[in-house]
């Protein structure tokens, strides 16, 4: 039986660990090492680690960090913020992660994908969507500078042309469950699973055990991503890092 990565998404802010809700109202977490150390212990699949300021400020996301966390992951772990140039992905590569996570720079200058692939192979470029619905709720469109920015694309259109450029993975943001701990939008993350045959990844709304199981029955998705269900425990969300195992996940009813 196919199995699909189980990703913590751990979000830093001026270099801390932090969560929000539909992209706002960001909480302070803890320490990201102290996070990465826990994973280590609970065996988790893989991480990804997103400078969700880096963009609007200008900058990359620190090296010192991606460092820091390279010295102490035990699993593979992708890095995304401000990634705007062949330059910046050689250091963040040199620094240890496994992969890049382009999103902003990358969906207004699509050439820069094909650029990115070309230099380092698709392998190690992940492309980011995030993704928020109209007023109406009837369409889905791309948002860029940490969902600050609408780039009137549609997410569809979007994907498509990430794996056009060669792009060998898709993550698929819900701007609108982010936070939320109600569930996946499965419609969204199907309509893209649908429409391209590279691997992609559900992020944004996992609250429970169900939700990824729902996830699980209704999209073959290869990637399975979560911040707040990896970081708060019951009801008042205390902070407690949590990785169910897969036996746990499996029991679909």
């Known amino acids: 039986?196919?199995?699909?990565?189980?990703?913590?998404?751990?979000?830093?802010?001026?270099?801390?660990?932090?969560?929000?809700?539909?992209?706002?109202?960001h909480k302070y977490i803890g320490?990201?090492?102290?996070?990465?150390?826990?994973?280590?212990?609970?065996?988790?699949?893989?991480?990804?680690?997103?400078?969700?300021?880096?963009?609007?400020?200008?900058r990359r996301i620190s090296s010192d960090v991606i460092r820091r966390v390279g010295e102490e992951a035990n699993m593979p772990f992708s890095v995304g913020g401000g990634i705007s140039s062949i330059a910046d992905i050689k250091?963040?590569?040199?620094?240890?992660?496994e992969k890049v996570v382009l999103n902003s720079y990358a969906i207004s200058n699509p050439d820069f994908i094909k650029h990115a692939v070309d230099y380092f192979g698709s392998s190690t470029i992940v492309v980011c969507l995030d993704i928020k619905k109209n007023f109406w709720g009837t369409r889905n469109y791309v948002f860029v500078n940490n969902g600050k920015?609408?780039?009137?694309l549609l997410s569809v259109e979007a994907a498509k042309k990430a794996e056009a450029m060669g792009a060998g993975e898709i993550i698929v943001q819900s701007i609108d469950c982010d936070g939320s701990m109600r569930g996946y939008d499965i419609e969204l993350i199907k309509s893209?699973?649908?429409?391209?045959s590279i691997p992609t990844t559900a992020l944004g709304g996992a609250g429970t055990i169900q939700h990824i199981r729902n996830l699980c029955k209704s999209v073959n998705v290869t990637g399975?991503?979560?911040?707040?269900?990896?970081?708060?425990?019951?009801?008042?969300?205390?902070?407690?890092?949590?990785?169910p195992s897969w036996k746990d996940v499996i029991k679909l009813d």
């Open 91 to 97: 250091e963040i590569i040199a620094c240890g992660a």
């Open 224 to 243: 399975i991503a979560a911040g707040s269900f990896f970081v708060y425990q019951g009801i008042n969300k205390g902070v407690l890092i949590n990785y």
């Open 31 to 58: 320490d990201p090492i102290n996070a990465v150390k826990i994973f280590n212990e609970l065996k988790a699949d893989e991480l990804v680690l997103l400078d969700i300021d880096a963009t609007s400020q200008g």
């Open 149 to 152: 920015k609408s780039t009137k």
């Open 192 to 196: 893209i699973c649908d429409s391209v």
């Open 1 to 25: 039986m196919f199995r699909p990565r189980l990703i913590p998404t751990l979000l830093l802010k001026n270099d801390v660990l932090v969560k929000s809700v539909k992209f706002k109202n």
